[in-house]
Protein backbone atom coordinates (compact mmCIF):
# COMPACT_ATOMS: atom_id res chain seq x y z
CA UNK A 1 0.00 0.00 0.00
CA UNK A 2 1.44 3.32 -1.12
CA UNK A 3 1.79 5.76 2.07
CA UNK A 4 -0.48 8.76 1.77
CA UNK A 5 1.41 11.95 0.81
CA UNK A 6 0.98 14.96 2.87
CA UNK A 7 1.25 17.91 1.41
CA UNK A 8 2.74 20.06 4.56
CA UNK A 9 1.68 23.89 3.33
CA UNK A 10 -1.70 22.23 3.75
CA UNK A 11 -1.18 20.62 7.33
CA UNK A 12 0.38 23.47 8.40
CA UNK A 13 -2.11 25.85 7.25
CA UNK A 14 -5.03 23.52 9.53
CA UNK A 15 -2.37 23.80 12.27
CA UNK A 16 -2.70 27.57 12.05
CA UNK A 17 -6.79 27.54 11.62
CA UNK A 18 -7.00 25.25 14.51
CA UNK A 19 -4.66 27.61 16.77
CA UNK A 20 -6.22 30.46 15.94
CA UNK A 21 -10.36 28.63 17.29
CA UNK A 22 -7.86 27.48 20.60
CA UNK A 23 -5.94 30.62 21.17
CA UNK A 24 -9.25 32.67 20.75
CA UNK A 25 -11.17 30.53 23.05
CA UNK A 26 -8.35 29.62 26.21
CA UNK A 27 -6.36 32.91 25.79
CA UNK A 28 -2.50 32.01 25.07
CA UNK A 29 -1.23 31.45 28.93
CA UNK A 30 -3.89 28.64 29.14
CA UNK A 31 -3.30 26.85 25.50
CA UNK A 32 -1.09 23.91 25.24
CA UNK A 33 0.41 22.57 22.43
CA UNK A 34 -1.53 19.54 22.89
CA UNK A 35 -4.75 21.59 22.71
CA UNK A 36 -3.91 22.78 19.14
CA UNK A 37 -2.79 19.35 18.55
CA UNK A 38 -6.14 18.07 19.30
CA UNK A 39 -8.22 20.75 17.44
CA UNK A 40 -5.84 19.85 14.38
CA UNK A 41 -6.53 16.34 14.55
CA UNK A 42 -2.28 15.18 15.05
CA UNK A 43 -0.68 13.96 17.32
CA UNK A 44 1.21 15.75 19.61
CA UNK A 45 4.40 15.15 18.52
CA UNK A 46 3.44 15.58 15.15
CA UNK A 47 2.63 19.45 16.15
CA UNK A 48 6.70 20.02 16.74
CA UNK A 49 7.66 18.60 13.39
CA UNK A 50 6.18 22.16 12.33
CA UNK A 51 6.68 24.69 15.52
CA UNK A 52 9.46 24.40 17.91
CA UNK A 53 7.16 26.37 20.54
CA UNK A 54 3.87 27.13 21.50
CA UNK A 55 5.40 31.24 20.86
CA UNK A 56 5.93 30.07 17.61
CA UNK A 57 3.00 28.80 16.91
CA UNK A 58 0.94 32.23 18.27
CA UNK A 59 3.28 34.00 15.98
CA UNK A 60 2.32 32.53 12.81
CA UNK A 61 -1.36 31.97 13.62
CA UNK A 62 -1.15 35.70 13.99
CA UNK A 63 0.94 36.29 11.22
CA UNK A 64 -1.36 33.82 8.46
CA UNK A 65 -4.70 35.75 10.28
CA UNK A 66 -2.98 39.27 8.79
CA UNK A 67 -2.50 37.56 5.45
CA UNK A 68 -5.87 36.66 4.91
CA UNK A 69 -6.91 40.17 6.04
CA UNK A 70 -4.46 41.46 3.54
CA UNK A 71 -5.35 39.96 0.87
CA UNK A 72 -9.35 40.51 1.85
CA UNK A 73 -7.73 44.69 1.43
CA UNK A 74 -6.25 44.18 -1.76
CA UNK A 75 -8.78 42.08 -3.42
CA UNK A 76 -11.22 45.28 -2.37
CA UNK A 77 -8.77 47.92 -3.16
CA UNK A 78 -8.09 46.39 -7.04
CA UNK A 79 -12.30 46.75 -7.70
CA UNK A 80 -11.74 50.46 -7.29
CA UNK A 81 -9.14 53.77 -8.36
CA UNK A 82 -11.14 56.13 -6.24
CA UNK A 83 -8.85 57.13 -3.27
CA UNK A 84 -12.23 58.30 -1.07
CA UNK A 85 -13.27 54.53 -1.61
CA UNK A 86 -10.28 52.93 -0.57
CA UNK A 87 -9.57 55.24 2.48
CA UNK A 88 -13.16 53.79 3.36
CA UNK A 89 -12.13 50.24 2.53
CA UNK A 90 -9.26 50.34 4.75
CA UNK A 91 -10.64 51.68 7.99
CA UNK A 92 -13.55 49.54 7.60
CA UNK A 93 -11.81 46.11 6.98
CA UNK A 94 -8.65 47.06 9.69
CA UNK A 95 -11.28 48.07 12.19
CA UNK A 96 -14.86 46.93 11.71
CA UNK A 97 -14.58 43.56 10.09
CA UNK A 98 -11.09 42.93 11.55
CA UNK A 99 -12.72 42.94 15.69
CA UNK A 100 -16.08 41.35 14.27
CA UNK A 101 -14.36 38.43 12.64
CA UNK A 102 -11.52 37.74 15.43
CA UNK A 103 -12.22 40.05 18.53
CA UNK A 104 -11.18 37.44 20.58
CA UNK A 105 -7.85 36.89 19.04
CA UNK A 106 -6.86 40.29 18.61
CA UNK A 107 -7.55 41.50 22.32
CA UNK A 108 -5.02 38.04 23.10
CA UNK A 109 -2.65 39.05 20.67
CA UNK A 110 -2.71 42.04 22.94
CA UNK A 111 -2.05 40.53 25.63
CA UNK A 112 1.02 39.06 24.53
CA UNK A 113 2.53 41.96 23.13
CA UNK A 114 2.12 43.52 26.61
CA UNK A 115 3.82 40.41 27.68
CA UNK A 116 6.90 40.75 25.89
CA UNK A 117 7.26 43.99 26.55
CA UNK A 118 6.95 43.35 30.60
CA UNK A 119 9.35 40.23 30.74
CA UNK A 120 11.76 41.91 27.92
CA UNK A 121 11.15 38.52 26.57
CA UNK A 122 13.44 38.50 23.12
CA UNK A 123 11.97 35.05 22.78
CA UNK A 124 8.45 36.47 22.55
CA UNK A 125 9.35 40.49 20.88
CA UNK A 126 11.39 38.63 18.36
CA UNK A 127 8.61 36.94 16.57
CA UNK A 128 6.68 40.19 16.24
CA UNK A 129 7.76 42.76 13.87
CA UNK A 130 5.60 45.38 14.53
CA UNK A 131 7.66 48.12 13.06
CA UNK A 132 7.75 46.24 9.98
CA UNK A 133 3.90 45.67 10.46
CA UNK A 134 3.51 50.00 10.91
CA UNK A 135 5.46 50.44 8.16
CA UNK A 136 3.62 48.21 5.41
CA UNK A 137 0.07 50.13 6.11
CA UNK A 138 1.27 53.44 6.61
CA UNK A 139 2.83 53.15 3.24
CA UNK A 140 -0.32 51.64 1.57
CA UNK A 141 -2.47 54.66 3.31
CA UNK A 142 0.31 57.25 2.58
CA UNK A 143 -0.16 56.31 -1.31
CA UNK A 144 -3.56 56.07 -0.76
CA UNK A 145 -3.35 59.63 0.45
CA UNK A 146 -1.05 60.27 -2.69
CA UNK A 147 -3.25 59.15 -5.33
CA UNK A 148 -5.86 62.04 -3.96
CA UNK A 149 -3.46 64.74 -3.95
CA UNK A 150 -2.49 64.05 -7.36
CA UNK A 151 -6.01 63.61 -8.43
CA UNK A 152 -7.49 66.67 -6.60
CA UNK A 153 -9.69 64.82 -4.68
CA UNK A 154 -7.70 65.66 -1.00
CA UNK A 155 -5.93 68.81 -0.14
CA UNK A 156 -2.34 68.96 0.20
CA UNK A 157 -1.44 67.74 3.44
CA UNK A 158 1.28 65.96 5.08
CA UNK A 159 0.61 62.43 3.55
CA UNK A 160 3.02 60.25 6.07
CA UNK A 161 1.92 62.43 9.00
CA UNK A 162 -1.75 61.87 8.22
CA UNK A 163 -1.32 58.43 7.20
CA UNK A 164 0.46 57.95 11.13
CA UNK A 165 -2.47 59.40 12.98
CA UNK A 166 -5.29 57.15 10.65
CA UNK A 167 -3.50 54.01 12.31
CA UNK A 168 -2.98 55.62 16.10
CA UNK A 169 -6.81 56.33 15.73
CA UNK A 170 -7.45 52.55 14.62
CA UNK A 171 -5.48 51.49 17.35
CA UNK A 172 -7.06 53.48 20.33
CA UNK A 173 -10.49 52.84 18.59
CA UNK A 174 -9.39 48.86 18.68
CA UNK A 175 -7.88 48.68 22.25
CA UNK A 176 -10.96 50.83 23.43
CA UNK A 177 -13.68 48.51 21.86
CA UNK A 178 -11.64 45.10 23.17
CA UNK A 179 -11.88 46.76 26.97
CA UNK A 180 -15.60 47.21 26.65
CA UNK A 181 -17.55 45.62 23.36
CA UNK A 182 -20.69 47.29 24.62
CA UNK A 183 -18.82 51.25 24.33
CA UNK A 184 -19.89 51.60 21.00
CA UNK A 185 -21.32 49.97 17.58
CA UNK A 186 -18.08 49.46 15.64
CA UNK A 187 -19.76 50.23 12.15
CA UNK A 188 -21.17 53.34 13.32
CA UNK A 189 -18.23 54.95 14.96
CA UNK A 190 -15.94 53.82 11.47
CA UNK A 191 -18.22 55.53 9.69
CA UNK A 192 -18.26 58.49 11.88
CA UNK A 193 -14.86 58.67 11.87
CA UNK A 194 -14.28 58.10 8.15
CA UNK A 195 -16.68 61.30 7.51
CA UNK A 196 -14.67 63.00 9.92
CA UNK A 197 -11.18 62.35 8.15
CA UNK A 198 -12.51 62.79 4.91
CA UNK A 199 -14.11 66.38 5.89
CA UNK A 200 -10.97 67.43 6.62
CA UNK A 201 -8.81 66.41 4.05
CA UNK A 202 -10.83 66.61 0.79
CA UNK A 203 -11.00 69.91 -1.09
CA UNK A 204 -14.30 71.42 -0.76
Not at 13 to 35: C, H, N, P, W, Y
Not at 76 to 82: E, L, Q
Not at 170 to 176: E, F, K
Amino acid sequence: MTPRVVDKDTKKQEILLAALEVFSRKGFAKTKMIDVAETAGIGKGTIYEYFRSKEQVFAETFHFFMQKSELLLQDAFSKTDDPVEKLRIFIEIGLVQLLEDSGEFMSITMDFWAEGIRAKSTKIMDLFNLKELYDHYRTLINDVLQEGIQSGVFKPINTLNTASAIIAAMDGLMLQWILDPTLFDLKEVAEDFTTGLLNGIKRL
